[in-house]
């Protein structure tokens, strides 16, 4: 007998029929197979038998981030990764639960939202730390990521090698008690233990030192010094890198 679920508002309950499969399923339904599995949060959908119940979303399932696409007779995983200035591995992270060696006319994917030149000029190089960001948006040195189904937020910690100031202060809109699968965030550069740097990034040159950044920057030693609390005033050395 299969267990009674109650589906989230909008979702549609579903009988799992025999030779049913996730990516048939949101083919027919027009759906993307990682909005399947964000509706059914914590359900372990891997031994589906026909009679159970699953719950599907409404209509085409808008990404968290970005806009769907509608595999056309022809494409390639890879074709679609360039056409949108994704590499395989980029595509494959905003659709996690897709077999790039088998798409499907039809199939819907996760892709960034277009923008014209002047947006993308005027955002290039900004930091978005809330995770709403396309591609490029956080500082030089994060990598931009997403959130993987069943991932804890220790994972995260875990596998980007960062301490949770560190994380939290490179993604302040971040809730770590409500990760949803697909969600994008910026990963440290791993080491970090300390707040990272939400400002600019300045690398010490020869002959430099604490007393001449701190006139180079206009700013007392003493407020350089807090900006970079993982320092010792010896370590405003030639090569290291602070925020200024």
Known sequence: MSQQIVCPRGASLYIWKQGDTLSSVALRNRITVQSIYLVNEGRDLS????????CLPPGVYACLNGQTYTVRSGDTFAGIARRYGLSTWELLERNPYVDPGSLMVGQVLCVPEEEDDDDENENSGNSNPGGGCTGGCCSAGFRQLSVSYGERYVDI??????????????????????????????????????????GRRYTVRDGENLAM???????????LIARNPNLTPNDFAPGQVICV
Do not use: W
């Open 213 to 223: 950044l701190a006139q180079r920057f206009n700013v007392t030693e003493f407020e």
């Open 47 to 54: 031994n589906l038998r026909p009679g159970d119940s699953i």
């Open 157 to 198: 910690l875990i596998n980007a090698n960062v301490s949770d100031a560190a994380f939290r202060s490179a993604n302040p809109n971040l809730d770590p008690r409500n990760l949803i699968p697909g969600q994008r965030y910026c990963a440290p550069p791993a080491g970090s233990r300390q707040p990272v740097c939400t």
